[in-house]
């Protein structure tokens, strides 16, 4: 059975940095492309970025562009997000997933539908 797990939520002031890891146990990690979601109260869950399965190539939104980083360690399983300059408009749940991807190990995908697997999130607030 697949289980992503997100840890590093918590609360932090505007400003402020937070990481975020996400640890699967799945043994096709290397063939994933790994994104990072998010959804605020009331809103849609949108995509943040995602990193390549060959770790080469990083997507993220314009509004998290700078200020958040995507990385992953394959040996560990792990993916992470990294995120500095944190606004209040951040504040969400977080969400991990993976797309298993047998194509061009520079695609990232960009689409909730491309991705098969999905963590159970990790609340990041950030307070003003």
């Known amino acids: 059975q697949v289980q992503l797990v997100e840890s590093g939520g918590g609360l932090v002031q505007a400003g402020g940095s937070l990481t975020l890891s996400c640890t699967a146990s799945?043994?096709?990690?290397?063939?994933?492309?790994m994104g990072w979601f998010r959804q605020a109260p009331g809103k849609e869950r949108e995509f943040v970025g995602g990193?390549?399965?060959?770790?080469?190539?990083?997507f993220y939104i314009d509004s998290v562009k700078g200020r958040f980083t995507i990385s992953r360690d394959n040996a560990k399983n792990t993916v992470y997000l990294q995120m500095n300059t944190l606004k209040p408009e951040d504040t969400a749940v977080y969400y991990c997933?993976?797309?298993?991807?047998?194509?061009?190990?520079?695609?990232?995908?960009?689409?909730?539908?491309?991705?098969?697997?999905w963590g159970q999130g990790t609340q990041v607030t950030v307070s003003s």
């Open positions: 997933a993976s797309a298993t991807w047998a194509g061009h190990s520079d695609y990232v995908a960009t689409q909730s539908r491309q991705y098969d697997y």
């Open positions: 799945m043994s096709f990690f290397r063939r994933c492309i």
């Open positions: 990193i390549s399965r060959s770790a080469s190539n990083t």
